[in-house]
């Protein structure tokens, strides 16, 4: 039976199906950053337990990260205390953990691609609303919170609702001085900002696959803002040259790439929605 990419990967990963049709999703990977993860820890730690894949954690302070010179002293007590927390939690727990100071530090949703952390058909997440970013990359990538948080670390599973699936076809080329900002924009303008609640939305068409990493990270993480909690690109050539070689890839690249060539949607693949854009006529959009 023809699939969509968001079916291929979400039916991957179903470890069980309830009577009320939520499915317990098996997790592969976690973005643990500092706003989120305090309570999650607490809760480990009452009841017990201990991190249970440690390497399919990567943690990372973004949020209350000072833009001054971090090699002084945090100013703000609230920040100061989260990343300290984090770093205890990290390191009680013996988690991958890259120091606010570090060069490698950023932004927890750049940080996951930049490793080779974020990975084609893989489930993906964090305790932030944006992690559907990672959807550029193939992933099911969605926002969690504090105590789905705790339970991923637990457990690597979680009973979220199943999506429908929209299609948004962009054919064409943008005209000059229009990106995918101006797209996702757009969608928003056309469907309002709750028109996607309920939806995984994957976005294709030539206009989609001539786009660089970079501006389907943009244009999957801006789904949340219509009311998606996944936004979702398939995987090309692009994607495969951006991950190769990079610190988290797979030692087997070429047979993950052979799998992830699988993943995106068949053609007969059933839409709830579709929605069609002409590239050229997407104007520059003001929020």
């Known amino acids: 039976m023809a699939a969509t990419l968001y079916d291929k990967v979400w039916a991957a990963h179903a470890v069980k199906t309830y009577a009320d049709g939520n499915t317990l999703l098996y997790i592969d990977r976690h973005l643990v950053q500092e706003v989120s993860s305090p309570q999650a820890f607490a809760q480990l730690d009452l009841a017990g337990k201990q991190v249970w894949r440690r390497d399919a954690h990567l943690c990372v302070a973004d949020h209350a990260v000072p833009t001054t010179d971090r090699s002084k002293a945090i100013d703000d007590p609230q920040a100061r205390a989260q990343i300290s927390r984090l770093e205890e939690n990290t390191a009680k727990h013996h988690l991958h953990y890259v120091p606010f100071t570090h060069a490698r530090q950023g932004i927890v949703h750049v940080i996951g691609p930049e490793s080779g952390f974020t990975q084609p058909g893989t489930t993906l997440v964090c305790g932030d609303s944006h992690t559907c970013t990672h959807g550029a990359f193939g992933a099911l990538a969605f926002g969690i919170g504090t105590s789905e948080c705790a339970a991923v670390l637990a457990t690597q599973c979680l009973r979220p609702s199943t999506a429908r699936n929209m299609r948004v076809w962009v054919e064409g080329e943008f005209a000059p001085g229009v990106g995918t900002k101006d797209l996702i924009l757009a969608l928003i303008a056309r469907i309002g900002t709750s028109g996607a609640t309920g939806f995984a939305v994957e976005f294709a068409g030539p206009a989609i696959g001539a786009l660089s990493m970079e501006a389907r990270m943009t244009l999957c993480n801006m ?56 590239a050229a006529d997407i104007a520059p959009q003001v929020t």
């Open 223 to 278: 789904s949340i803002e219509a009311g998606a909690r996944d936004g979702m690109i398939a995987p090309d050539r692009t994607t495969f040259d951006y991950i190769r070689g990079r610190e988290f890839a797979p030692g087997d690249f070429d047979s993950s790439v052979e799998r992830w060539e699988k993943l995106p949607s068949d053609d007969g693949a059933r839409y709830d929605q579709v929605r069609v854009f002409a």
